[in-house]
């Protein structure tokens, strides 16, 4: 079992920076591949970023590419989503997910599970 609780958010003029961190806990964390989401307002839940077990491979969502980086430290069971020259349309509430089965493509909802509680981030223009 990986349980997860995010924080890092705040609120944030546009062009700003910030570091979300999730710290999950359970013996496997290093065992599972990790994601990012965000939802907005009346939208959907959307696929941010992903990273391998190892943290040799990532994924990025094409709007935030470029912008942000996702990152884990196995030894303190955490992984990290650097957010830079961010823009008032990343304002969400943002969640990461443990990912338990490869059965689609990375950036779908239903390969995640075990959601921390999320943490809001505000972009102001």
């Known amino acids: 079992q990986v349980h997860a609780v995010e924080s890092g958010g705040g609120l944030v003029q546009a062009g700003g920076s910030l570091r979300l961190s999730c710290a999950a806990s359970g013996r496997t964390f290093s065992n599972y591949a990790m994601g990012w989401f965000r939802q907005a307002p009346g939208k959907e839940r959307e696929f941010v970023a992903a990273i391998s077990w190892s943290a040799v491979m990532t994924y990025y969502a094409d709007s935030v590419k470029g912008r942000f980086s996702i990152s884990r430290d196995n030894a303190k069971n955490t992984v990290y989503l650097q957010m830079n020259s961010l823009k008032p349309e990343d304002t969400a509430v943002y969640y990461c997910?443990?990912?338990?089965?490869?059965?689609?493509?990375?950036?779908?909802?239903?390969?995640?599970?075990?959601w921390g509680q999320g943490t809001q981030v505000t972009v102001s223009s």
């Open positions: 997910a443990t990912r338990f089965t490869y059965i689609h493509d990375v950036n779908t909802i239903s390969e995640y599970g075990a």
